[in-house]
């Protein structure tokens, strides 16, 4: 079940990666909270969280995004996939590079598997 899991959230980054920002409603939930990084900002709903990634892939040419170090708990209908990131864009006309932990905690809802939390934890 955890290799599931992590296909999951490995398929869900690839819809962001590859703007394919309305297949992000198959894996995140309708009332989803995304908390920013260091707590500095919180969206909840589908809509605003498919956007924020889009905003951020339309301002931003990302190099380099590698995950590793899933750990996945789960209990009955609900799970936290916790993993290390690290990564490389190019936005307005300077390079960045951030590393970090995320955090999902997913809830199975009609047999499926849906992110309903995301936070950031700065590396």
Not at 1 to 11: F, G, Q, T, Y
Not at 19 to 35: C, F, P, Q
């Given at each position: 079940?955890?290799?599931?899991?992590?296909?999951?959230?490995?398929?869900m980054?690839?819809?962001?990666?590859?703007?394919?920002?309305?297949?992000?409603?198959?894996?995140?939930?309708?009332?989803?909270?995304?908390?920013?990084?260091?707590?500095q900002?919180?969206?909840?709903?589908?809509?605003?969280a498919?956007?924020?990634?889009?905003?951020?892939?339309?301002?931003?040419?990302?190099?380099?995004?590698?995950?590793?170090?899933?750990?996945?708990?789960?209990?009955?209908?609900?799970?936290?996939?916790?993993?290390?990131?690290?990564?490389?864009?190019?936005?307005?006309?300077?390079?960045?590079?951030?590393?970090?932990?995320?955090?999902?905690?997913?809830?199975?809802?009609?047999?499926?598997?849906?992110?309903?939390?995301?936070?950031?934890?700065?590396?």
């Open positions: 079940m955890s290799e599931d899991l992590i296909a999951l959230v490995e398929a980054d690839r819809c962001w990666m590859e703007r394919r920002y309305g297949d992000l409603a198959s894996y995140i939930a309708g009332d989803v909270v995304m908390v920013a990084p260091g707590g900002g919180r969206i909840e709903g589908l809509r605003p498919a956007d924020s990634y889009r905003e951020f892939m339309e301002r931003a040419q990302v190099h380099r995004y590698r995950t590793s170090g899933h750990i996945v708990t789960q209990r009955g209908d609900a799970a936290i996939i916790e993993y290390g990131w690290d990564m490389g864009w190019d936005s307005d006309g300077s390079s960045h590079s951030a590393t970090g932990r995320e955090v999902l905690v997913l809830s199975r809802r009609d047999g499926n598997w849906r992110v309903v939390w995301r936070t950031q934890l700065p590396g």
